[in-house]
C-alpha cells in the first residue's frame, strides 16, 4: 500500500508564504502524475496544481503564478511553494499520485488559512 502525507499547512497573513510537502511511505513507487487538491468548507474539492513524471505543470487558473508545484524523484516527494497568499486560498490541501492504473488514496491533509 502506497500511502502519502501531506505537511507545512498553517496559518500565514495575507501575501506570505508557504512550502506545502507530500512524502510517499509504504511500497516505493513510480508516480508517473502528482496533483494538488484544495477543499474549502462547503465547497468541493479543486485540482489545484499537476506534476508529470517528466517535469510538466498544470495550474488551476487561480493560482496561476503564484504557486509553483515541483518534485524530489529521489525522496518520492512532491511540494507546492505557495507566494502571494490569499484569503481564499484558506483550505485543506491534499496530494494524490497516480501509478500505473492506480491512484493512492487520500491523505489527511493539511490545513492552510490565510488572515486579511
Known amino acids: 500500500q502506497v500511502q502519502l502525507v501531506e505537511s507545512g499547512g498553517g496559518l500565514v497573513q495575507a501575501g506570505g508564504s508557504l512550502r506545502l510537502s507530500c512524502a510517499a511511505s509504504g511500497r516505493r513507487v513510480n508516480f508517473n502524475r502528482m496533483d494538488w487538491f484544495r477543499q474549502a468548507p462547503g465547497k468541493q474539492r479543486e485540482l489545484v496544481a499537476t506534476?508529470?513524471?517528466?517535469?510538466?505543470?498544470n495550474y488551476a487558473d487561480s493560482v496561476k503564478g503564484r504557486f509553483t508545484i515541483s518534485r524530489d524523484n529521489a525522496k518520492n516527494t512532491v511540494y507546492l511553494q505557495m507566494n502571494s497568499l490569499k484569503p481564499e486560498d484558506t483550505a485543506v490541501y491534499y496530494c494524490?499520485?497516480?501509478?500505473?492504473?492506480?491512484?493512492?488514496?487520500w491523505g489527511q491533509g493539511t490545513q492552510v488559512t490565510v488572515s486579511s
Open positions: 506534476i508529470t513524471s517528466a517535469g510538466s505543470t
Open positions: 494524490r499520485g497516480a501509478y500505473g492504473l492506480t491512484w493512492s488514496p
